[in-house]
């Protein structure tokens, strides 16, 4: 995998070279992954190359906030669908993809041999699932708190000028994937913030994307409050299980960071825990699915392993998988047994 540098000397001579550069986020895209891919466009632009950032999920299974942030870039970023991709395809294209490394989380997945070169922007840690191509052209590393503060560090790198509203939607996918904040975040993450604050940022305005109604409140309540403490060889865990109702991705992903800040009664001697490191919420997302949001924090286990290990991934401390429903007894069992034996 290349050094930093090199993989931007190698980014900018493909994109120079190529036809046209197709950026794709991974599938129900978030802060993180529209604000990267965003990033991403605009510079490839400063190359003068035309960027198009092609995302084909349904509407209503974007997050309405993200699918704002979508549509206020209509017309100063070319957002395409699949079909619209397949009608301008040439053989001489370059893939960028944003904030995933897995092959099965793009929706180009069946046409990767189609481009002359792809290349990987992620935190997340890579497995056998990962997009096949050549090593030089992988910038992956799990020490950086989001995929948005890796494209901010190109941008300020190539001296790329930025407007107010792209530094906004970067800080975004910093706040969501530091869970504003609260873990991940270290000296050169908080350099990036402030380079992003100097170039216009919005705090207010992300603070804004961030906020949640009362029925969505109420909902991921109940969703932590099922949340039962188990003790493991490395601390105490919170599992929430809910198989009665259909949640969002984000909500289940909000819930397990959650319950790393609760407060568990101890049932043997009433003693309150407050030390939980790690956390597990497993909930139906649709009518075939569940889906497992894991959280730690820095004294917890590697949920990156365990989700790995049950078909999904991430990185250290914030990783995911999805169920599909008729699988799910057997993988919690999974579970429970992965966190005895860590």
Known sequence: ?????????????????????????????????????????????????????????????????????????????????????????????????????????????????????????????????????????????DMYSSTCSIVSKFLIDFNVLFSSRVATYLYSGIVLDTNHFTKSVD???????????????????????????????????KLVNKAKLIKYPLGFAGIAIDNDNCYTREDIAIAADSILDCMFQNDSDLSVINDVNASFVIAPVDSNNYRISARSNSSGIDVCKIMEYIGGGGSKHSAAALVPIDTADKVLKKLYTTLQNS
């Open 1 to 141: 995998m290349s050094s930093l540098h090199a993989f931007e000397k190698r980014l900018k001579e493909s994109v120079e070279s190529a036809d046209k550069v197709i950026i794709v986020p991974h599938l129900y895209p978030d802060f993180d992954a529209i604000g990267s891919a965003i990033g991403l466009s605009v510079l490839v632009s400063s190359f003068n190359k035309d960027a198009y950032i092609l995302v084909d999920d349904a509407k209503e299974s974007i997050n309405d906030k993200v699918l704002d942030v979508i549509n206020s870039f209509y017309g100063n970023c070319k957002f395409i669908n699949l079909e619209e991709y397949l009608q301008i395809k040439s053989n001489n294209d370059v893939l960028l993809v944003s904030d995933t490394n897995k092959k099965d989380m793009v929706c180009v997945s069946d046409y990767l041999t189609d481009f002359k070169d792809i290349f990987i922007i992620d935190h997340h840690k890579m497995d056998l699932n990962t997009i096949n191509t050549d090593v030089d052209n992988i910038f992956v590393d």
């Open 187 to 221: 000296p050169y993450t908080m350099s990036i913030v402030t380079k992003l604050l100097e170039m216009g940022a919005d705090v207010e305005k992300v603070n804004n994307m961030f906020k949640r109604d009362n029925i969505q409140n109420l909902k991921i309540y």
